[in-house]
C-alpha cells in the first residue's frame, strides 16, 4: 500500500525513539484491506464507464451521475483509496524505525525491496502470460476507455524488465504499479522523513499543513514526486504522534456526544475523499478550485486513519474477520485483479461490463488468496531473513571500522 510494514533489525540510528507501543493497530489492516477492495470496485467501475455513458448519459438522474457524483461515488474512489495506502505506509513503516533505539536502514530497505519486488514481478509474470495466452482485440472495447489505453494488448520482454524496475511512469501489464513506484521512494527516503517528522512533532498542525500545500503545488505543478510523497510524510508525522493520538482518542472517547464526534470524523472525512466529484458542476477538473478540492482526499485520507485508531465502532468494524482478510489478502488482490479484470474486459467486451464485474470480483479475491498463499507470505519470510542478514553484515561491518 507498500502496503505491508517492514522487517527491521537494530544496528543505525534515528532521532529520539519512542516508547514500543503496547499492541498492533489492527484496525488498519482492515482499512487497507476496504481500500484494496475499493481500488478494485474502481477499475470495474472505469470498465462500464463508457457503456453507462452511451446507455443514459451522464446528466443528474442517469447511472452514471449516481455511481460518479454522488456520495455512492466513495465506492469506487480508487485513486483516493490509494492515498490512503500512502498515508497507511507512512504510518506503519515508519513506527519501527521510530520505536527502536537501533535502527538498521540497510537491513530495513533489503528487507523492504524483497517484500516488493518479488510479489511485483509475480504479478508481471502473471500479466505478461494472461497477454501472450489470450490475444487482446481492441475492437471489443471503447476507443480511447481505461480498457483501450491503460491496458497492453501485446507486449514483449523488453517492455516487462523496463517494468520489473518500478522505475518507469506509465505500466501497461499491470496498470496499478504506479503507486508502488512512489512507495519504493518513500522507503528509500524512510530516514529523512522519519527525522524531518521527530524535528517538526510539536508543530504537527503546521508541518500537515505544509505537506498538503506542497501536494497541491505537485498537482497543479504536475509533478507527481511533489504530489504523493507529502502524503507518506504526513502519515509519519501521525507515526511520531502515534502516542499523543492514542492518549487524545482516550479522552474524547470519554467525553459526551463521543459517539456524534466519531461520526462526524469518519462522514468528514469520506466525503474529504470524494468531495472534488460531488462539486464537478461548480468546479470543474483542471481548474484552481477543482485541484483544491481533489487534493483535499490527502486530508480526507489521514482523517480516515486517524479514525480507524480512535474511532470505537469504525475500530470495531475494521477489526472484524472480514475485513481482517481483506488487510491479509489486499496487496495480493492490489497487484492481481487488473490482468484479470482487462484479460475479461477485451475477451467479452466492455458492453457487457456488468458480466466482467461478476467474473472479475470473485476471481480476483480467489486469485488474491492463491498468490498471498504461494508468493506474498513466502517473499515475507525471505524479507525477514534477507533483513536480519543485511543488518548483521552491516552492524559487523562498521564495528570492524570503528575499531580501525
Known amino acids: 500500500m507498500t502496503l505491508q510494514t517492514a522487517a527491521l533489525r537494530p544496528a543505525s540510528t534515528l532521532p529520539a525513539p519512542m516508547p514500543a507501543p503496547t499492541k498492533r493497530l489492527t484496525a488498519l489492516d482492515g482499512l487497507r484491506g476496504i481500500a484494496a477492495l475499493v481500488v478494485m470496485f474502481h477499475h470495474v467501475y472505469l470498465v462500464a464507464v463508457p457503456s453507462l455513458r452511451r446507455g443514459g448519459g451522464s446528466a443528474p438522474g442517469s447511472l452514471y451521475w449516481w455511481m460518479s457524483e454522488t ?90 524488465l523496463n517494468q520489473v524496475s518500478l522505475t518507469t511512469a506509465s505500466y501497461d501489464i499491470n496498470n496499478v504499479l504506479w503507486s508502488l513506484r512512489w512507495e519504493l521512494a ?64 482516550r479522552r474524547r472517547i470519554r467525553r459526551p456526544h463521543a459517539r456524534r464526534f466519531g461520526i462526524a470524523l469518519v462522514v468528514g472525512s469520506l466525503v474529504l475523499l470524494v468531495l472534488h466529484w460531488l462539486a464537478r458542476p ?24 486517524l479514525a480507524a485508531i480512535g474511532v470505537p465502532f469504525l475500530r470495531r468494524a475494521l477489526d472484524s ?22 484479460t475479461l474486459a477485451f475477451l467479452l467486451g466492455d458492453d457487457k461490463w456488468w458480466l466482467v464485474a461478476l467474473l472479475t470480483i470473485p476471481l480476483s479475491l480467489l486469485a488474491a488468496w492463491g498468490f498471498h498463499q504461494a508468493l506474498e507470505r513466502p517473499s515475507h519470510r525471505l524479507a525477514r531473513r534477507t533483513a536480519h542478514v543485511v543488518a548483521t553484515w552491516t552492524s559487523k561491518i562498521t564495528a570492524q571500522m570503528t575499531r580501525w
Open 71 to 160: 456520495p455512492l461515488k466513495i465506492l469506487t474512489a480508487g485513486s483516493e483509496a490509494v492515498l490512503v495506502f500512502f498515508v497507511l505506509s507512512g504510518l506503519v513503516v515508519a513506527l519501527p524505525a521510530l520505536r527502536t533505539s537501533r535502527f538498521s536502514w540497510s537491513g530495513f530497505l533489503s528487507g523492504r525491496l524483497a517484500r516488493i519486488y518479488l510479489p511485483v514481478w509475480a504479478s508481471l509474470t502473471i500479466g505478461t502470460a494472461l497477454i501472450w495466452l489470450l490475444p487482446r482485440d481492441l475492437a471489443a472495447v471503447t476507443p480511447g476507455s481505461w480498457v483501450a489505453s491503460s491496458n497492453a494488448t501485446s507486449t514483449t520482454v523488453t517492455t516487462l
Open 282 to 305: 461548480i468546479a470543474a477538473p483542471g481548474t484552481l478550485p477543482g485541484s483544491i478540492l481533489t487534493q483535499l482526499a490527502v486530508l480526507g485520507a489521514a482523517g480516515l486513519v
Open 321 to 342: 474477520r472480514p475485513s481482517q482478510w481483506l488487510g491479509r489478502m489486499s496487496f495480493s488482490l492490489y497487484l492481481i485483479h487488473v490482468p484479470i479484470l482487462a
Open 186 to 249: 518513500f522507503s528509500v527516503l524512510l530516514p529523512l522523513f522519519a527525522a524531518v517528522a521527530v524535528l517538526v512533532r510539536r508543530r504537527w498542525l503546521l508541518s500537515v499543513a505544509a505537506a498538503f500545500a506542497l501536494s497541491l503545488l505537485g498537482l497543479l505543478s504536475n509533478i507527481d514526486a511533489l504530489r504523493y510523497l507529502p502524503v507518506f510524510f504526513i502519515g509519519t508525522v501521525m507515526a511520531v504522534r502515534l502516542d499523543s493520538i492514542q492518549e487524545w482518542t
